[in-house]
């Protein structure tokens, strides 16, 4: 497919008429996508395609917390968090967050993609280098670009070749980036391996734990936690709070002077209206329930791998998964939509991932567990998904 790049209008023509050959290859390729919204209330729907790990977005106690937030601050925050932004519930959340991931300090940026953008943008620049994993999330593939820093992309996991990387580096300061469980696949990032080369190369490395918050390690505590590298003195992570903990937005969680630098150079902090305080308040609220209920990341873990395990069972090619996620190979594109559209007429509703989430060819569905599912969901769902794929 030819890129999304303007051409020429024939003469006459409108300088938009673009777009629809563009959208003609889209729809050829299987890969035109259009928005569904998703009725408030569908008894007897079972959701494995939203990223509510721990099923707190509706919990009562998230609700009643995110309600008086309302209340007291109103709908949104009125500013950016250098001028009106910030409130006691951001202080508290940030306080919180860095304390459950044994860190320093936390930033709470309004969404974890502008963690990302402001982390990485922050700590590398100009004559500097990045090195990102082949399958990094999309935020991440777009603050290297915007870091203006050499980016250098290494094979998935490849520990060899980013210390070749570090190694052969002329630039004086690197920064590595890695997803700590990456979203697509829902594989762990052998962090421990990782952090001793960017050690021994005397790097920073910036583990994104968007899917580690709340599900990986003991009491949810992330990827780094589990690795022994809390509170190291050169790993940065971001989180989301808009999966785990049931939310919107994100943090940078890490070293002090990280977040203190971050404060006065970070764009999408400094820019950015603040996340609202209410979104503040309902993620404070899921991680202090997280903390008293820890048993809640080890229950979505073991209902991941029931769901892959069940998946392999009935012949399909599933991941194993570190986290919330189980991923079941499909192939082509069209193929991967039929049975998430057919699981959905099912009542199950399940994601799809096609080009550009994932390459070419390894098109597939991704079934998110919860906390809160019982063993008659993951049965119900795999009788579904063996009707759904087949013949595909
Ligand atoms: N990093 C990863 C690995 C993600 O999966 C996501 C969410 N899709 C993000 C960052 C962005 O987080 P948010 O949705 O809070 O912007």
Known sequence: MSENRPQPAPSGGHPLDWLEIREKERVAAGLRRRLRPRPADEPGVLDLAGNDYLGLARHPRVLAAAADAVRVW??????????????????????????????EAALVF?????????????????????????????????????????????????????????????????????????????????????AAVVRRYNAVLLVDEAHGLGVVGEAGRGAVHA???????????TVTLSKAMGSQGG?????????????????????????????????????????????LA????????????????????????????????????????????RSAEAGVRVGCFRPPSVPDG??????AARADLTDADVARALDVLAEATKGL
């Open 227 to 237: 690795a022994g590298l809390a509170g190291a003195d050169h790993v940065v992570q």
């Open 110 to 194: 309004s969404s974890g993609y502008l963690a990302n953008i402001g982390a990485i943008t922050s700590l590398a620049g100009r004559g500097d280098l990045v090195v990102s994993d082949a399958i990094n999330h999309a935020s991440i593939v777009d603050a290297c670009r915007l870091s203006r820093a050499r980016v250098a992309i290494t094979p998935h996991c490849d520990v060899a070749a980013l210390a070749e990387v570090l190694a052969q580096r002329t630039e004086e300061r690197a920064l590595v980036v890695v997803d700590a469980v990456f979203s697509v696949d829902g594989d762990l990032a052998p962090l421990a391996e990782i």
């Open 251 to 295: 943090a940078v969680v890490g070293p002090q002077r990280v977040v203190d630098h971050l404060v006065d150079t970070a764009r999408p902090f400094i820019f950015d209206t603040g996340l609202a305080p209410v979104c503040a308040a309902a993620a404070l609220e899921s991680l202090r329930m997280l903390r008293e209920e820890p048993a």
């Open 362 to 367: 390894i098109s597939r569905l991704r079934l």
């Open 74 to 103: 109103g709908a949104g925050s009125t500013g950016s968090r250098l001028v009106t932004g910030s409130t006691d519930l951001h202080a508290e959340l940030e306080a919180e967050l860095a304390a459950h991931l044994e860190s």
């Open 298 to 341: 080890g229950a979505v873990r073991a209902r991941a791998r029931q769901i892959a395990d069940g998946a392999r069972g009935l012949g399909l090619r599933a991941t194993v998964p570190a986290g919330a996620v189980a991923s079941v190979l499909i192939g082509a594109p069209d193929a991967a939509f039929e049975a998430a559209r």
